[in-house]
C-alpha cells in the first residue's frame, strides 16, 4: 500500500457516505482523496442488506444494499478515489492530523486539509435496554445476526423471538424464516411500528410472523444458553405488568431496539454535538464547528433511506472541495433552527442564509409521536411564515423533509432562530 | 355486492394504504395509490401475489462463504420458501461479477437468480 503523507480529503468510513462523500470530492476537483475503513472491504452496512428495496431515489431501480453498494464503489474507483481498507482510524487531531492504525500500513499519522466523518452507527444492545435475567449466549442484535447469515453464512439459532419492530428485526425475521427458522413472534414496547410499514406486510404478515404492540421482553432465561424468555405487556409509563408475564420458549432473542451514530472521533477531534440526537450540529453544508470537518450519513443522525445518505455525503464531499479551494466563509451569518410543536429535532441545526443565493436548503425532521391523519408542516421565524408543506400524515418511524426555497432568503437573512412544527 | 381490501403497498418505503373495491371477483376501483406503480401492486396483489426476493447462495473460493444474490423479476409469494430452499442446495465458484447468472429460469418460473455483488476469488 503506497500511502502519502498529505492528503487533499480523508473521508473515515466507506459506507453509503462516506463512498458518495469520496466521489463528490474527486469530481469536485480535489486530487488526494483517502477513503479509509475498518473492514477488509468497502460498502459498509449495505454488504450485510442483501435484501432489496435500495436505489429507488437514485438509480429508479430497486436494488438489493450489495448491487447499490456495488454500483458506488465502481464509480469511487473510476474515478481515483484512493482505499484504505482494515485500518482502524485511531484519532483526528483538531489541526486535521488522522492517525491510522492496521497490519498493512502499522501506525502512521496523515495531514488532510479536510476530514468527513462518515462512520455511520452502532446498534443498540441489550447493556442500554437493560433486561433482566441470566446471561447466557443467544442474546444478540439483530445485525450481528445479519452479518452472520448474510456475510459468513451462519445461522445463529432455530427459534427466535425479536424485541424491536425496527426495520433490521423485521427484515432478519423474514429472513431467518426462509431459512428454516422458526420466529415465535415480534414485540414491540411502543403501541406502535418502528419501521416502515411495507416490511410490515413484506416481513411479517407474509409469513404469519406475529407482531405485539405494546409488549417487552422482561427476563431472560438460561443458563449457558437462552431457554425461553419472558414477555409482559406495559403499562402507559412502558414498565411490564407482572401479572401480564408469559414464558415463551426460544433459544435466541434478537434485539432491534435502535442505533447510536458512532462518534467517539468525533467527540474527541472537539466538535460541538447535538446531544438529543447524539450527532454533530451541522449546517446546511454539513460542516461542523471546525472548519474543513465534514460530517455525512448515519453518524449525524439516523436515516431510513439510504438514497437520503448518499445525497448528504455527496453535499459534504462538495462543500469539503469548496473549503480546501477558498470558498467557504467562516464568518457569515448563521440562523438557528429550532423543533417546534411535535417536531422531536430537525437537522441541520444551523443554516447560512447566504446558501440560499445559489440552492434551496434541505430540513429533515422526525416528530414525536404518530399523527395519523393529513398534518401541515410550517417553517416560521416568529410570526413570519417562510414555508409550509402538506403531508398525509407524519410517523416516528418515517424521515419527514421540507425544502426552503430560495425565495425564503429575505425572511431567513434577517432570522436569528427558525422554527419548524407540524400541526 | 362491494368488497372492500384493504393493501399496504410495498413498491416503495412510502407505504401507501390502499382500497381495492371489489365486485364479482372483478376490480372496479383502487383507492390511496399515489403512483401508477401503487395501482400495478394493488393488481398484482388480487391476482397474482409477488415479491421481489433475496439471499445468499454458498460459494467456493470467495472472499466470504456465501453470495448474496436476488431476482430478475418478482417472485410468486407462495412459493418463495420453495426457491429459498433451491438456493441452499446451490453452489458456485469464485469470482463472480454482480448481475451473473446464478439459476437459469429458476423452478420453471422463467425468472433468473443473478449475483447481487462482485465477489473475487481469494487467489486471485
Not at chain 1, 439516523?302 to 462538495?318: C, F, I, M, R, T
Not at chain 1, 425544502?403 to 432562530?417: F, G, K, T
Not at chain 2, 371477483?25 to 415479491?51: Q, V, W
Not at chain 2, 439471499?55 to 412459493?79: A, C, E, Y
Request: with cysteine; hydrophobic share 40%; proline share 5%.
Amino acid at each position: 500500500m503506497n500511502l502519502r503523507s498529505e492528503y487533499d480529503v480523508i473521508v473515515i468510513g466507506a459506507g453509503p457516505a462516506g463512498l458518495a462523500a469520496a466521489i463528490a470530492a474527486r469530481q469536485n476537483g480535489c486530487d488526494q482523496v483517502l477513503l479509509i475503513d475498518r473492514d477488509v472491504e468497502p460498502g459498509g452496512i449495505l454488504q450485510q442488506c442483501v435484501h432489496n428495496g435500495f436505489g429507488l431515489e437514485t438509480f429508479k431501480e430497486d436494488l438489493p444494499g450489495p448491487s447499490y453498494a456495488q454500483r458506488f464503489i465502481n464509480r469511487a474507483i473510476d474515478c481515483g478515489v484512493q482505499f484504505l481498507m482494515d485500518t482502524m482510524v485511531l484519532a483526528v487531531s483538531r489541526d486535521k492530523q488522522v492517525t491510522v492504525s492496521g497490519a498493512l500500513v502499522g501506525i502512521r499519522t496523515l495531514q488532510a486539509k479536510a476530514v468527513i466523518f462518515s462512520m455511520g452507527c452502532r446498534e443498540r444492545s441489550r447493556a442500554q435496554i437493560r433486561i433482566p435475567g441470566t446471561r447466557p449466549a443467544g442474546v444478540y442484535t439483530a445485525g450481528t445476526a445479519q452479518r452472520w447469515v448474510n456475510i459468513d453464512g451462519l445461522m445463529p439459532g432455530n427459534r427466535f423471538i425479536i424485541l424491536g419492530s425496527g426495520d433490521i428485526g423485521m427484515i432478519m425475521a423474514r429472513r431467518l424464516t426462509l431459512e428454516g427458522a422458526q420466529v415465535e413472534r415480534v414485540v414491540e414496547i411502543m403501541p406502535y411500528l418502528s419501521g416502515l410499514s411495507r416490511n410490515l406486510v413484506q416481513c411479517l404478515q407474509d409469513f404469519e410472523i406475529p407482531l405485539f404492540l405494546n409488549q417487552t421482553v422482561s427476563r431472560i432465561i438460561g443458563k449457558k444458553r437462552v431457554e425461553a424468555v419472558e414477555i409482559s405487556a406495559v403499562d402507559e409509563k412502558r414498565l411490564p405488568i407482572p401479572s401480564s408475564a408469559e414464558i415463551i420458549p426460544c433459544d435466541t432473542l434478537l434485539l432491534s431496539v435502535g442505533l447510536i451514530p458512532e462518534n467517539e472521533l468525533t467527540r474527541r477531534a472537539g466538535i460541538e454535538m447535538d446531544e438529543r440526537i447524539g450527532g454533530a450540529v451541522v449546517d446546511d453544508t454539513f460542516s461542523t464547528g471546525i472548519p474543513g470537518m465534514f460530517v455525512a450519513g448515519n453518524v449525524v443522525h439516523v436515516y431510513d433511506l439510504v438514497d437520503y445518505v448518499s445525497q448528504a455525503g455527496e453535499k459534504a464531499g462538495s462543500s469539503a472541495a469548496d473549503y480546501i479551494r477558498g470558498k467557504t466563509s467562516y464568518s457569515e451569518k448563521k440562523v438557528k433552527t429550532t423543533a417546534g410543536k411535535n417536531v422531536r429535532y430537525v437537522v441541520p441545526q444551523l443554516i447560512r442564509p447566504e446558501s440560499l443565493k445559489e440552492t434551496s436548503i434541505l430540513l429533515q425532521m422526525r416528530v414525536v409521536a404518530p399523527l395519523e391523519h393529513r398534518v401541515e408542516l410550517i417553517v416560521r421565524d416568529g410570526e413570519k411564515e417562510i414555508t409550509r408543506k402538506r403531508l398525509p400524515y407524519a410517523r416516528p418511524g418515517e424521515m419527514v423533509s421540507v425544502s426552503l426555497p430560495q425565495s425564503a432568503y429575505d425572511i431567513v437573512q434577517q432570522a436569528d432562530e427558525i422554527t419548524v412544527e407540524i400541526l | 355486492m362491494i368488497e372492500k381490501r384493504e393493501l399496504i403497498c410495498v413498491t416503495c418505503p412510502r407505504g401507501c394504504r390502499i382500497t381495492v373495491e371489489m365486485e364479482d371477483e372483478k376490480i372496479i376501483r383502487i383507492l390511496g395509490n399515489t403512483c401508477e406503480r401503487g395501482k400495478k401492486y394493488a393488481e398484482s396483489e388480487i391476482k397474482d401475489p409477488r415479491r421481489m426476493f433475496a439471499s445468499t447462495v454458498r460459494i467456493r473460493n470467495g472472499v466470504h462463504p456465501v453470495l448474496p444474490v436476488t431476482v430478475t423479476q418478482p417472485f410468486p409469494k407462495d412459493r418463495l420458501k420453495d426457491l429459498s430452499a433451491e438456493l441452499r442446495k446451490t453452489e458456485v465458484t469464485a469470482p463472480v461479477r454482480m448481475g451473473d447468472v446464478i439459476v437459469k429460469n429458476v423452478l420453471g418460473t422463467g425468472i433468473d437468480v443473478i449475483a447481487s455483488r462482485d465477489m473475487e476469488s481469494v487467489r486471485s
